[in-house]
């Protein structure tokens, strides 16, 4: 079956740590993108790539960094500068870019400090 | 940034009621998509309106496009238990070009009693 997967669905970081959450499709789309999900706030993009080795920082990039070196996946990590990461975490991929393509979701990772 | 307003923020009906969420932006949309996210689940893609005055329907929910291409609204009718989880809109706005990317409200929690 065609679909999104991500990794670990549950996450714990400790003070100080990088952790990075994995992202795969088999979908053959070109674009993918990093939200991320607080009660109450809807969806806020991290970042997003609209092709191989190209990525663009989304609303609130600040204190995550991606790579995009294969079209099947786009892995995030959430550095030590991020000082509130504990959330919901969901990838996401579209045919193509540009904001008029359905995009298909993963089942997320939750994050959360120790 | 763009910003897409949607309320009501939560919304308790008792079974076989209508539910209605609205969508509204300050700039004119090139299109809209609307998503349901099961609660525990992701964002499952459920339409795209790209033309003014727009009308879709999938059984029981009714998706319209608003004539100045600034609101949309998602109508169901006779609500079922199955109905429950958050509805989100997402739009890009119509001077974004190609490169632009979706911007997604807050969402509408609908609750069902049963």
């Known amino acids: 079956d065609g679909g999104i997967t991500q990794s670990p669905k549950y996450l714990f970081r400790k003070e100080g740590q990088n952790v990075t959450l994995s992202c795969e499709q088999n979908?053959?789309?070109?674009?993918m993108y990093w939200y991320r999900q607080d009660p109450g706030q809807g969806l806020r993009l991290i970042y997003y790539s609209q092709i191989v080795n190209d990525f663009q920082k989304g609303d609130i990039a600040e204190g995550y960094s991606v790579s995009r070196e294969k079209k099947e996946s786009f892995p995030l990590t959430v550095t030590s500068a991020q000082k509130n990461p504990t959330a919901f975490y969901l990838c996401?991929?579209?045919?193509?870019?540009?904001?008029?393509?359905?995009?298909?979701f993963g089942d997320g990772t939750r994050l959360s400090i120790l | 940034g763009q910003q897409v307003m949607q309320i009501p923020q939560y919304q308790h009906v008792q079974e076989g009621e209508d539910f209605t969420t609205y969508c509204n932006s300050s700039?004119?949309?090139?299109?809209i998509q609307w998503y349901k996210q099961r609660p525990g689940g992701h964002p499952v893609f459920l339409i795209q309106?790209?033309?003014?005055?727009e009308v879709k329907k999938q059984k029981r929910l009714t998706f319209q496009f608003g004539e100045a291409k600034k609101n949309s609204s998602l109508h169901i009718t006779a609500t079922q238990t199955t109905d429950v989880g958050t509805y989100f809109c997402a739009a890009t706005p119509s001077w974004g070009g190609s490169n632009y990317k979706l911007t997604f409200g807050k969402g509408t929690l609908l609750t069902v009693n049963p």
């Open positions: 996401a991929s579209s045919m193509e870019g540009g904001g008029n393509q359905p995009q298909h």
């Open positions: 700039t004119t949309l090139s299109n």
């Open positions: 309106l790209v033309k003014s005055g």
């Open positions: 979908l053959n789309h070109d674009a």
